[in-house]
């Protein structure tokens, strides 16, 4: 099958190929899914699950891509809960072989079933940023309807989502970030929105929740903001900075089949939209992670139509 490797981390995205790889086969509780859309997450090719298996065993050339919508072709052993098929989507494990191939092997429990009035693109876009967006507000943050929410990067690809989850959970919005993402944060919902290099944060006043995605100096200056009794979610890393009187998360998302049907029913209802940037075909997909210039939205490779 046709797939998009990496073999050296030092070369990033620049060091994608195409090439053929084998098929592969379904382990206990797996599927195999014929992919019809898929994307990389922005700092991947960092993260070290990309190069090395859980103990620590080089595993290029690798395959990258967690988030991913297609059909499932065959089922493992003792899979349960999804049928050849069926329309899925969802998120890969991280040391495993990912989505930019033409088949991917993959844990059933990891996927949701794709409505059939949702586009493969939407399906294979919602993933990372909704459940990115969800856990962190939602499972992590407690948002409530009525509470103040600082959403940083709100034009972004999590944040936008995470702007319209707060918007649509009936909280104030607070978007942040370049002066050139103000519209497209205003349009996905944000009710005020902060300039970071030129507006100061602390103008923003008390607010019950900060959605972070910067890290640094932003995570810093964030929780001088957070209200008693409110949190700081980050998912920039590890922190010292913690609020005087609330809490600092800093979390990993993780597959959560439940939550992806949740999600994708906002998005048939309407109140979601997902952030798309460029759509490309697989023999584009090196070029389209490789942009001359800063690309605004989620880049998705699409297999098949």
């Keep these: 099958m046709k797939a998009i490797v990496v073999t050296d981390q030092a070369a990033g995205t620049a060091g994608m190929k195409l090439a053929e790889r084998p098929e592969p086969q379904p382990a206990i509780g797996d599927v195999i899914v ?100 969800w856990q962190g507000l939602f499972d992590h943050g407690r948002l409530q309807a009525g509470q103040t929410v600082l959403v940083h990067g709100a034009a972004g690809i999590v944040g936008s989502m995470a702007v319209q989850l707060a918007r649509a959970a009936g909280a104030y919005v607070i978007g942040t970030g370049r002066a050139d993402g103000r519209k497209a944060a205003l349009d996905f919902g944000a009710q005020e929105y902060v300039d970071l290099d030129k507006d100061k944060l602390k103008k923003v006043g008390g607010v019950d929740l900060v959605f972070d995605v910067f890290g640094g100096d932003v995570t810093k200056q964030s929780a001088e903001l957070i209200r008693a009794g409110g949190t700081l979610v980050t998912i920039a890393g590890p922190t010292d900075v913690r609020p005087a009187n609330g809490l600092t998360i800093d979390f990993v998302v993780v597959p959560d089949r439940a939550q992806l049907s949740e999600i994708v029913q906002w998005v048939r209802d309407g109140r979601l939209r997902p952030n798309i940037g460029t759509i490309a075909t697989m023999d584009e997909a090196v070029a389209a992670f490789n942009p001359t210039k800063r690309s605004k939205g989620k880049t998705i490779i699409r297999f098949r139509s």
């Design 34 to 133: 014929q992919v019809y859309a898929s994307c990389i997450t922005g700092d991947e090719l960092s993260w070290p699950s990309t190069w090395v298996d859980r103990q620590n065993r080089d595993r290029t050339p690798s395959i990258p891509g967690h988030e991913l919508a297609g059909v499932v072709t065959a089922l493992g052993y003792g899979t349960t809960g999804l049928s050849v098929g069926q329309r899925v989507f969802g998120l890969t494990d991280w040391t495993r072989d990912g989505a930019l191939a033409e088949y991917i092997a993959v844990e059933a429990r990891n996927l949701a079933p794709l409505p059939g009035d949702v586009d493969f693109t939407v399906g294979a876009a919602i993933v990372m940023p909704g459940l990115t967006a």
